[in-house]
Structures are given as structure tokens and as C-alpha cells.
């Protein structure tokens, strides 16, 4: 069976017919191979999706439908040094269904972050690869714990082992946590027995939030 690509349209749709832009055009003729009257399914990247035909740089709409979101989950993490490796969280996360993604602000973190094109195209690339309907959003500028809502929870070793009733999950930078950055009454939460990369410990995290 042919592959169906997902395409993610920003809103707003009017009309019968969806407008391409010339990359995501070239890409389905040249790359995919795709022709005129071939399957696609589409998504506006906010919980509309639906099924259509290829048309001339156009997807001519099909039948739509409205989808929940995967998870309500947010994570607040230190960016890794590396881009690579924040690519990689970035993809991840966003195939995952998380809803927020927010960098940390710490000490002993290199605190840089690639720039907010980059990690849209990412997370648009993530998020039709894994054929979602709601792009995560994330949060250009770095945050501190005081900015955030009460009832996160942060992985640290020697926490509590139990996943916890939270939707808020906190990440610390690869040399940990300062003296005394956390609240003494931070809850925390031990992943395991292994110390985890923080791309490792946001993916364990959400994975087992989300089949709570």
C-alpha cells in the first residue's frame, strides 16, 4: 500500500483547497514521488485533521474531523549543550503528544538554545512524521522554577519512586542542580537506578505520565 504523508497546514482554512508552500510542494512531488489525485492527510497543527487529495500545490480538502490532545503534559527542562541532542529532545517530546516545552534557566546549565526557527521546523518535522494533530509549543524564552505554576515535580535521584499525579515535569542541567536552587519542598521523583541523560530523563518522564 502507498504511503499517505502528513502535512501540517497553518490555519486558517478557507475554501475547498489548502495552499502549499513551494518547500512542502516540491517535497511531495520530488522526494515522495506523489502525483495529482494522491491520498494525504492533513493537520493544522490544532487538533483539526483530515483527509484530502494532492492537488496543484494545493491539498483539496476531504473529510475533517477535531482530535483531543495526546497528553496535557508540560516540560521544563535545561537545554543540552549539544543541538544535536536538543533536536533530538525537541522531536521526541513533540512525537510524544507533550503540549509545552519550556528551557530552564539553572546555574550550572549552559542555558543556549538553537533559535525558535529551528526548533519549529523541528517540531513541524516531528509532529508529521508521527502523523499528530497538534503541534507542542515552545516557550522562546528561558524560565525559572519561580515562574512556574505550583504542582511540578522534578526527576531526581533518591526521590520517590512512585509516578507522581502531575502534569508538570522538571529536568535539571547535566552538572544537576546548585546548592539550594531547588525548594527544600520541591517533590521529587527517581527514575531508576541509572543517572540519565537529560534528553534520556525527559523521554522516561513523559512516557510514564503519559500511560498513568
Known amino acids: ?31 515522495l ?30 473529510d475533517e474531523e477535531q482530535v483531543g490532545r495526546a497528553t496535557r503534559l508540560s516540560v521544563v527542562t ?11 529532545l525537541v522531536e521526541k517530546l513533540a512525537e510524544l503528544g507533550v503540549e509545552r516545552l519550556m ?12 533559535s525558535e526557527f529551528k526548533i519549529f521546523s523541528w517540531v513541524l518535522a516531528a509532529t508529521e512524521q508521527s ?4 503541534l507542542m509549543e515552545v516557550v522562546p524564552d528561558l524560565v525559572t522554577l519561580d515562574d512556574l505554576e505550583p504542582g511540578w ?15 508538570t515535569v522538571v529536568i535539571g542541567p547535566e552538572g544537576g542542580f546548585a546548592d539550594n536552587e531547588l525548594p527544600e ?13 537529560v534528553e534520556t530523563a525527559a523521554i522516561a518522564a513523559v512516557a510514564k505520565l503519559a500511560a498513568r
Not at 514521488?33 to 480538502?61: F, P
Open 1 to 31: 500500500m502507498k504511503h499517505v504523508p502528513h502535512v501540517v497546514v497553518g490555519a486558517p482554512w478557507e475554501g475547498p483547497s489548502l495552499n502549499l508552500s513551494v518547500v512542502q510542494a516540491r517535497h511531495l512531488s520530488k522526494v
Open 33 to 62: 514521488r506523489m502525483s495529482r489525485g494522491d491520498k494525504v492527510t492533513y493537520t493544522d497543527g490544532l487538533g483539526t485533521v483530515g483527509k484530502g487529495v494532492l492537488g496543484q500545490h494545493v491539498i483539496e480538502r476531504g
Open 78 to 88: 535545561a537545554p543540552p549543550a549539544n543541538k544535536d541532542r536538543q533536536r533530538f
Open 103 to 114: 528551557w530552564l534557566d539553572t546555574r550550572h546549565g549552559k542555558n543556549r538554545v538553537a
Open 131 to 134: 502523523r499528530g494533530a497538534w
Open 153 to 167: 515535580v522534578v526527576c531526581e535521584r533518591g526521590g520517590e519512586r512512585s509516578t507522581p499525579d502531575t502534569d
Open 185 to 197: 519542598d520541591a517533590l521529587r521523583w527517581d527514575l531508576g537506578p541509572t543517572l540519565l541523560r
